[in-house]
């Protein structure tokens, strides 16, 4: 509970030290981002923007195995979207069966 409430002051201390333009001036920076990123990523298929978009909501390292539970799909499928999204620089690859959004998105 207490590490809860020090996240919750951590929130709280950012949203009082910007203003409420600040603030939807970042979001809607973050989301014409977002789909300027998304159009680039259709151009590789669906599967492809489907795991695009599980790692971009998440934030996170995953599994192949993981991403295919996710985006339900099956494991070859997903693996050739990871290549195709790694060759177009959106995703990198941090271990043998570990991927995550590049430094570039």
């Keep these: 509970m207490k590490a809860n409430d020090e996240h919750i002051d951590e ?55 993981e991403l295919t539970r996710m985006v339900e799909d099956h494991r070859p499928n997903v693996y050739v979207a990871l290549c195709r999204l790694q060759e177009k620089n959106y995703v990198e690859r941090v271990s043998r069966n570990k991927w995550r959004l590049s430094e570039r998105v």
């Design 11 to 65: 929130v709280l201390k950012v949203l009082r030290s910007h203003s409420a333009f600040e603030l939807a001036e970042h979001y809607l920076f973050d989301l014409e981002r977002f789909c300027s990123l998304l159009l680039e990523v259709l151009n590789l298929g669906t599967l492809a923007t489907k795991v695009f978009i599980t790692l971009y909501q998440n934030r996170r390292e995953f599994t192949t195995t």
